[in-house]
């Protein structure tokens, strides 16, 4: 097994939804001893600690879009990160926070070189603030990355869009609202709902789905949690029934590691308030060291 220098990057944002608590997941996914769990491995770790996000209290009680230039403000930072990270030849795992993060992210892991994007999502994350119902900005990250929405989110470290359509493979979907499951049908996007991967199971799906992004050198993995089943993750502010269960999610996770191509991760959306004595940020926890070599054998 290739060993790595891991940098984990806290991103502890809860201005892209509602419901608080995903703030808390990087010190969830730090108390489950992640760090320690990727040593074991033979990584090399950095812990880079938690980049600057505004206090929620201290901003307009509106929330929703009202709260835009501060998730842009983080989001800047996290660009920079993600850049600096793989120009110093590690691999980022950026530990949020809500999905907002991605923003820039993934922006800042393709600056110098293109990377392909796997987001293992319930959600599209495909609205812009005209469909989205809500307002929320943890629902239109996706969209901003392929140069759709408010042009502030759109323009995170660098003018326009930070992704083709090509390079993007949307995985386990099976919530969506109505005006994004039209933008997503037109955006020319890889899309593999719960249904397609139900009928033709993980192995085929993901195989199919990785060789659509055989074309670029590296592949950046967006795990929102709430890809799995609320019964094996209770702790994520949107949970939605018929997700992945315990095992296949390590099964993607070690067929990922076996592909050789992930350079950077997110993990999202991990909400320890809603959770069971920290069940569901151990869970990911296992999950990233799955994705990072560990196998049964």
Same mark, same amino acid.
């Given at each position: 097994?290739?060993?790595?220098?891991?940098?984990?990057?806290?991103?502890?944002?809860?201005?892209?939804?509602?419901?608080?608590?995903?703030?808390?997941?990087?010190?969830?996914?730090?108390?489950?001893?992640?760090?320690?769990?990727?040593?074991?491995?033979?990584?090399?770790?950095?812990?880079?600690?938690?980049?600057?996000?505004?206090?929620?209290?201290?901003?307009?009680?509106?929330?929703?879009?009202?709260?835009?230039?501060?998730?842009?403000?983080?989001?800047?930072?996290?660009?920079?990160?993600?850049?600096?990270?793989?120009?110093?030849?590690?691999?980022?795992?950026?530990?949020?926070?809500?999905?907002?993060?991605?923003?820039?992210?993934?922006?800042?892991?393709?600056?110098d070189e293109p990377s392909g994007l796997l987001w293992i999502d319930a959600h599209g994350d495909f609205n812009t603030p005209e469909s989205s119902p809500s307002g929320n900005i943890h629902?239109?990250? #996706? !969209?901003? $990355? &392929? /140069? %759709?929405?408010?042009?502030?989110?759109?323009?995170i470290g660098r003018p326009g869009p930070k992704l083709k359509p090509t390079d993007v493979v949307l995985f386990g979907v099976r919530d969506l609202d109505d005006h994004e499951r039209v933008?997503?049908?037109?955006?020319?996007?890889?899309?593999?709902?719960?249904?397609?991967?139900?009928?033709?199971?993980?192995?085929?799906?993901?195989?199919?789905?990785?060789?659509?992004?055989?074309?670029?050198?590296?592949?950046?993995?967006?795990l929102d949690v709430d890809c799995l089943d609320p019964w094996d993750a209770p702790g994520v502010g949107t949970p939605v029934p018929g997700g992945f269960t315990y095992r296949e999610a390590?099964?993607?996770?070690?067929?990922?590691?076996?592909?050789?191509?992930?350079?950077?991760?997110?993990?999202?959306?991990?909400?320890?308030?809603?959770?069971?004595?920290?069940?569901?940020?151990?869970?990911?926890?296992?999950? #990233? !060291?799955? $994705? &990072? /070599? %560990?196998?049964?054998?």
């Amino acid at each position: 097994m290739k060993k790595k220098t891991v940098r984990l990057i806290g991103v502890p944002m809860d201005l892209g939804q509602s419901r608080r608590g995903v703030d808390m997941g990087p010190s969830a996914l730090r108390y489950a001893e992640l760090a320690t769990r990727l040593r074991k491995l033979g990584h090399a770790v950095e812990d880079a600690g938690n980049l600057e996000v505004r206090v929620r209290d201290t901003l307009s009680p509106e929330g929703g879009l009202a709260f835009l230039p501060s998730v842009v403000h983080t989001c800047n930072l996290a660009y920079e990160q993600g850049r600096k990270a793989v120009a110093e030849n590690c691999t980022p795992i950026f530990i949020g926070g809500d999905h907002s993060i991605a923003a820039g992210t993934v922006g800042g892991v393709t600056h110098d070189e293109p990377s392909g994007l796997l987001w293992i999502d319930a959600h599209g994350d495909f609205n812009t603030p005209e469909s989205s119902p809500s307002g929320n900005i943890h629902g239109m990250p #996706l !969209a901003a $990355l &392929l /140069g %759709k929405g408010a042009p502030e989110l759109v323009n995170i470290g660098r003018p326009g869009p930070k992704l083709k359509p090509t390079d993007v493979v949307l995985f386990g979907v099976r919530d969506l609202d109505d005006h994004e499951r039209v933008l997503l049908k037109e955006s020319g996007i890889t899309i593999y709902t719960m249904r397609h991967i139900d009928e033709r199971s993980i192995p085929v799906v993901l195989h199919e789905a990785l060789e659509r992004l055989h074309h670029l050198p590296r592949i950046h993995v967006s795990l929102d949690v709430d890809c799995l089943d609320p019964w094996d993750a209770p702790g994520v502010g949107t949970p939605v029934p018929g997700g992945f269960t315990y095992r296949e999610a390590h099964l993607i996770m070690e067929m990922l590691y076996d592909n050789g191509k992930v350079g950077s991760i997110d993990v999202v959306e991990i909400n320890p308030i809603l959770d069971q004595k920290n069940h569901t940020a151990g869970l990911a926890a296992e999950l #990233l !060291a799955s $994705l &990072l /070599g %560990k196998s049964i054998l």
